[in-house]
């Protein structure tokens, strides 16, 4: 049985899945679909020790107060959460698609024909200043703290509550509201290592750091080379993180699944938001109904739309964590 199973998935396991039942897209790798479909219906111990015992809300249609009262009672020890440039904007960083301050509507500040050119790797290679003067914005040392919904982030994780932050964000505020490395999946990249164009050499993020400061494009130092270092931001078209496809044995563990801050419009991250189980809450905090809370919504969704402090906030006030997370941050601004 086992090898008719293996023979079958080699030979085309969207197929087979399909027909044991299983909705799942091409354009995901076989092996992920293969782990997804027999982890969903397992329970296995987590990485954090945890035993992963699935979670299904037995409230048809649960509010706001009724998930915080799971968390309160421990029956919710598994959040996962998808965030986006939608977290970061209380921090004064322009997200792309908000009329008036998203970089869509400012491409004259950057020099740039469409908004994407900022993150395409051809474009970047015919004139990677554009790229360089948002790294120098987000550089700025002082200039962009973490706001209340990082450290909302960080809360659930000191409560042990945090299976994993996946985030499309580069502006490395998860790290600086101290949510642990272990717990965190910059999806699209980080400022905090970079490497050369043209002869590979891996640097360090503060290597070139002076030079983004001075409005300069960093050079690789290796002799004879000269390429052009860019920091490891993942650009369309590149590959994303490795660590990125464990969503696929990840998310159908997750007892609960926040999504913060996103249009939902770039794959394949927005994809993740349909991995967790369906008897499983899903929490939208958003300006908008997006992606596929508004195209395929589920009976345990709950959706705030509306500003996203204001949604955290009131999500706290429920778990009784406002005082606690006031507290965090002045601790960790002070
Ligand atoms: P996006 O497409 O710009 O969407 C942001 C979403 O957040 C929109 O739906 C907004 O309505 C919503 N939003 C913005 N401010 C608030 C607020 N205060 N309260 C509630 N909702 C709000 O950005 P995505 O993250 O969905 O798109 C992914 C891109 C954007 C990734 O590749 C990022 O690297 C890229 N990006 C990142 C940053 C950053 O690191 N801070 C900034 C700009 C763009």
């Known amino acids: 049985m086992l090898r008719r199973l293996i023979i079958a998935i080699r030979g085309d396991p969207v197929s087979l899945l399909h027909r044991l039942g299983h909705n799942v897209s091409r354009s995901v790798p076989a092996i992920c679909l293969i782990n997804r479909t027999l982890y969903a219906d397992c329970q ?193 078209g590149e590959q994303l993180p490795g660590q990125f496809y464990n969503f696929v044995t990840e998310l159908p563990l997750a007892q609960l699944l926040v999504v913060m801050g996103t249009s939902l419009e770039v794959h394949p991250f927005a994809g993740m938001a349909s991995y967790v189980s369906r008897s499983v809450p899903r929490i939208l905090f958003n300006k908008e109904v997006a992606g596929s809370f508004l195209h395929e919504p589920r009976p345990s969704d709950v959706i705030l739309a509306g500003d996203i402090v204001a949604s955290v906030e009131e999500f706290c006030r429920h778990l009784r964590w406002s005082k606690e997370l006031h507290e965090l941050m002045k601790r960790d601004t002070s």
Not at 149 to 164: A, E, G, I
Request: aromatic letters at 10%; a neutral charge; glycine letters at 8%.
């Open 44 to 236: 296995r111990p987590l990485r954090n020790g945890k035993v992963g015992r699935l979670y299904s809300t037995s409230i048809q249609h649960p509010s706001l107060r009724d998930i915080a009262a799971e968390i309160k009672a421990g029956r919710i020890t598994n959040v996962v959460i998808m965030a986006g440039a939608g977290i970061s904007t209380p921090s004064g960083i322009p997200d792309f698609r908000t009329p008036g301050t998203g970089l869509y509507d400012n491409l004259s500040k950057y020099n740039l024909p469409y908004a994407e050119a900022i993150f395409d790797l051809d474009y970047f290679s015919g004139d990677p200043k554009p790229f360089f003067t948002l790294a120098k914005d987000l550089y700025h040392e002082g200039c962009y703290r973490p706001n209340i919904v990082h450290h909302f982030v960080r809360l659930l994780s000191d409560k042990d509550v945090l299976q994993k932050m996946y985030t499309q964000n580069i502006d490395g505020l998860e790290r600086a509201a101290g949510i642990p490395e272990d717990k965190l999946v910059e999806a699209h990249g980080t400022f905090a290592t970079a490497t050369c164009q043209k002869c590979w050499k891996k640097y360090d993020g503060d290597d070139i750091k002076e030079a983004i400061l001075q409005s300069e494009v960093p050079h690789c130092q290796h002799p004879s080379c000269n390429g052009v270092i860019k920091p490891d931001i993942v650009f369309f």
